[in-house]
């Protein structure tokens, strides 16, 4: 199994920018596909941004070119979010994957979901 804890998150105006981390932790880490998922009150969740693990990268719509994924040779998987609107305000998993080519738009490939963080955006 893997484990993953996300860190970062936080309140910020509009325009601002926020980064986000994940560290994963367990048996054969460096295998799975990684990513990162949110949920807004009334919303379901959507991918955000992810890597898998041949270094792939996901986004979700209308995330790339703000936000930007990246992944280390070791266990942590950070997301830099640049000029956040108020529509970004929602709770952020770090999530982990078995499969090794898994991206984010399809949330049922990913198995291991972090406690979740809290990012709000305001105008």
């Known amino acids: 199994q893997v484990q993953v804890v996300e860190s970062g998150g936080g309140s910020v105006q509009s325009g601002g920018s926020l980064r986000l981390s994940c560290v994963a932790s367990?048996?054969?880490?460096?295998?799975?596909?990684m990513g990162w998922f949110r949920q807004a009150p009334g919303k379901e969740r959507e991918g955000v941004a992810g890597?898998?693990?041949?270094?792939?990268r996901s986004y979700g719509e209308d995330n790339q070119g703000r936000f930007t994924v990246s992944r280390d040779a070791k266990n942590t998987l950070v997301l830099e979010m640049n000029n956040l609107k108020p529509e970004d305000t929602a709770v952020y998993y770090c999530?982990?994957?078995?499969?090794?080519?898994?991206?984010?738009?399809?949330?049922?490939?990913?198995?291991?979901w972090g406690q979740g963080t809290q990012v709000t955006v305001s105008s």
């Open positions: 999530a982990a994957a078995e499969y090794s080519r898994a991206g984010v738009g399809w949330s049922g490939d990913f198995g291991y």
């Open positions: 890597i898998d693990a041949t270094g792939t």
């Open positions: 367990g048996d054969n880490y460096k295998t799975y596909s």
